[in-house]
């Protein structure tokens, strides 16, 4: 499935229009690998490939796969939202301020669903909260926020449930307004269970 999802990659450098055409064939969740479901979502991959590739180029196309990709990112498990802080990059790209919003409307939203899985009761997250995948994606959709507004990172900390997370995103959007990198948290995001831990790294937008 992966080569798949290369393979629309690479067409879209010369024929966005038709990679866009067979990503929407592509499935929205991982294939089953000896019984178990690929943590990510073909589809969600291709999609935002198609839009990064477009944009300078064929802007209706990338914009075409940005609203395909705001069909399908209610489906997508916490897991499979590897890629999605790019989307209000991405329409900003193709001068599309009314989808910038709408899309750290979606980020906000996929946080709240990782926050969900960070404090599960069951097998909650117990790394250093200010590395939990939640609390980075709210501090990317911040960022992203404050270039277009200062009072859209202001409602979306004001939203915030958690007084600690909230504090390390009024430093993220500090910094934001300074112009300067993320420094409020570590670069790698941890998550750390019961039976097992994984750590990877933070882009930094």
């Not at 067979?22 to 690929?38: K, N």
């Not at 180029?57 to 802080?85: C, N, R, W, Y």
């Not at 069951?122 to 270039?147: H, V």
Request: glycine share 8%.
């Amino acid at each position: 499935m992966q080569n798949r999802v290369e393979d629309v990659l690479t067409k879209a450098d010369a024929d966005p229009a038709g990679a866009l055409a067979t990503a929407l064939t592509l499935p929205v969740h991982g294939m089953p690998v000896q019984g178990i479901f690929e943590p990510s979502s073909p589809r969600s991959d291709a999609l935002l490939g198609i839009a990064e590739k477009a944009a300078a180029k064929k802007p209706s196309v990338s914009e075409s796969a940005l609203d395909e990709f705001s069909t399908i990112q209610d489906q997508l498990t916490p897991q499979e939202m590897t890629g999605i802080d790019r989307l209000p990059e991405l329409y900003l790209k193709i001068g599309n301020v009314d989808g910038a919003k709408e899309a750290i409307d979606i980020l906000v939203k996929a946080a709240g669903k990782l926050y969900e899985h960070d404090t599960d009761t069951e097998d909650p997250n117990a790394a250093f909260k200010g590395s939990w995948p939640s609390t980075d994606l709210w501090g990317k959709a911040i960022r992203a926020a404050a270039k277009i507004s200062p009072a859209l990172p202001e409602g979306i900390i004001a939203g915030l449930q958690d007084a600690e997370i909230a504090v390390f995103e009024k430093v993220a959007f500090a910094t934001a307004l300074l112009g300067g990198a993320k420094i409020d948290a570590p670069d790698l995001i941890g998550d750390c269970r019961k039976h097992g831990a994984s750590f990877r790294s933070s882009s930094r937008r």
